[in-house]
């Protein structure tokens, strides 16, 4: 990305632009890589749930399995590696895409294995392939989130990239959170996990399909090599001191503002799934309201992200982003205290899919304009980093809440207490995104320094 387009923020898109947009190969390619980041999310997270669930896991079990998913939360422990090391062997495709070839081909396998042991084999190796899949996954991440920044020439294609990746992610967990459910009816979980691992070759195809960043791969060529002293001190530290340069104090108050912003989606996760079961609903007819309305809740959340930032700015959109979530979050609660009513199961569907997806898309691209260019992998990784580890840590005891509460009242009442309680914990980042609001800090570097 040029120097002007890494200091201005992108540019938000309706779907209908985006989807305007995909005859660019650029803009095509990256829904596929879309597809490909969202894919593996779902599997080591609520469709595994749901999968336990149907084996007769206990809530609290599934809860604290659900810990696999620290490894996204952590990435940017390993994320200066991406930024400076192109894989041996690799050289030709570049630091980018073969670190996402090698990842892709690694997820492939690991779904394949987390096929073939289930939960008859032991929810220690069936961790321990999930815990693979999401390490896997998480630096996958780092890799296409970076390239996602740096490809765009300018900010207005940095926001139709960023538009096509969301869209290409949503798609992805409507597959791996509805379809997955509907082949899992007929033909039995390891062959919907199965299928999931050969849908990993859209993300292959597309990383051969995908140019280099030129001007990001030129600024990295001048960098000290990262086996030198002075090369790892730059690498490691250099990212974080730009952008507490940057940003001053005021970094930390951007830091938790989002570190919370995505909590209430954290913590209801785990429980949504084994929700739907014990709300005695196939899991056909589950997959069916996912692809229907959780689709058009996603396309109509993208949309209303676009529309939010265009009408009412990067911060206000993201105070409207984090109400909708937390209606979105909380209206589970509707289910449980009414019943599995199919016509409510569809409109919670679709409101979920629009609150989550509209903050999605607002908090992905707040974060993509505060990168600098030679540190877009680690300075990103940072920021997604912040957004999941304290919803990813808290979500493992999700199973044990519910229980707690069940065990002073009804499964029911206790599922609805909770998730109301989840929607209420996304109310200090609405305040806080007031904050930023009021006192904007400046803009970041456009280049880092070598």
């Known amino acids: 990305m040029s120097q002007d387009a890494a200091a201005t923020p992108a540019r938000k898109h309706g779907i209908g632009d985006v989807i305007k947009s995909l005859k660019r190969p650029k803009v095509a390619i990256m829904l596929g890589l879309g597809f490909s980041s969202g894919l593996p999310f779902m599997l080591t997270a609520a469709t595994l749930g749901y999968w336990l669930r149907d084996e007769g896991t206990s809530l609290k079990a599934i809860g604290f399995i659900s810990w696999v998913g620290l490894a996204y939360s952590f990435k940017f422990l390993w994320s200066p590696i991406v930024d400076r090391v192109t894989l041996p062997g690799l050289n030709g495709l570049g630091r980018r895409r073969s670190w996402l070839l090698i990842t892709q081909v690694v997820l492939l396998g690991a779904l394949l294995a987390m096929a073939m042991i289930g939960p008859q084999g032991g929810l220690i190796a069936l961790g321990g392939a999930?815990?693979?899949?999401?390490?896997?996954?998480?630096?996958?991440d780092i890799a296409v989130d970076a390239l996602r920044i740096e490809v765009a020439?300018?900010?207005?294609?940095?926001?139709?990239?960023?538009g096509a990746f969301q869209l290409g992610y949503r798609l992805a967990v409507l597959a791996s959170d509805a379809l997955i459910l509907m082949v899992a009816q007929h033909m039995g979980w390891p062959a919907s996990y199965s299928l999931m691992a050969a849908l990993m070759g859209v993300g292959i195809l597309c990383t051969f399909l995908i140019k280099a960043p030129v001007h990001a791969e030129q600024v990295m060529a001048n960098a000290k090599p990262l086996w030198t002293p002075s090369g790892l001190g730059a690498a490691i530290v250099g990212p974080f001191i730009a952008f507490f340069k940057a940003y001053g104090w005021f970094a930390l108050v951007m830091l938790l503002m989002i570190t919370l912003y995505r909590l209430p989606e954290f913590m209801m996760g785990p429980m949504a799934t084994p929700f739907y079961h014990d709300l005695g609903f196939e899991k056909a007819f589950v997959g069916e309201i996912r692809l229907s309305a959780g689709l058009a809740g996603t396309l109509?959340?993208?949309?209303?992200?676009?529309?939010?930032?265009?009408?009412?700015?990067?911060?206000?959109?993201?105070?409207v982003g984090a109400l909708l979530q937390g209606l979105a979050v909380a209206s589970f609660s509707l289910l449980a205290f009414f019943g599995n009513d199919p016509r409510l199961f569809a409109a919670v569907m679709f409101f979920d899919n629009?609150?989550?997806?509209?903050?999605?898309?607002?908090?992905?691209?707040?974060?993509?304009?505060?990168?600098?260019?030679?540190?877009?992998?680690?300075?990103?990784?940072?920021?997604?980093?912040?957004?999941t580890w304290v919803g990813k840590i808290l979500k493992g005891f999700s199973g044990a809440i519910v229980e707690t509460l069940q065990a002073h009242s009804s499964l029911m009442t206790g599922y609805g207490l909770y998730f109301i309680g989840c929607g209420l914990i996304g109310f200090p980042a609405l305040l806080l995104c007031i904050l930023i609001g009021i006192k904007?800090?400046?803009?970041?570097p456009a280049t880092a320094p070598a």
């Open 130 to 140: 999930a815990l693979v899949v999401a390490f896997a996954s998480a630096t996958q």
């Open 153 to 162: 020439d300018d900010p207005e294609e940095l926001g139709l990239v960023t």
């Open 300 to 319: 109509s959340g993208i949309a209303v992200g676009g529309v939010l930032a265009a009408w009412l700015g990067r911060m206000r959109g993201l105070v």
């Open 354 to 387: 629009l609150g989550v997806g509209a903050a999605g898309v607002l908090l992905v691209t707040y974060m993509s304009s505060l990168t600098s260019i030679g540190y877009t992998a680690t300075q990103y990784a940072l920021l997604s980093s912040s957004y």
């Open 440 to 444: 904007t800090p400046k803009k970041p």
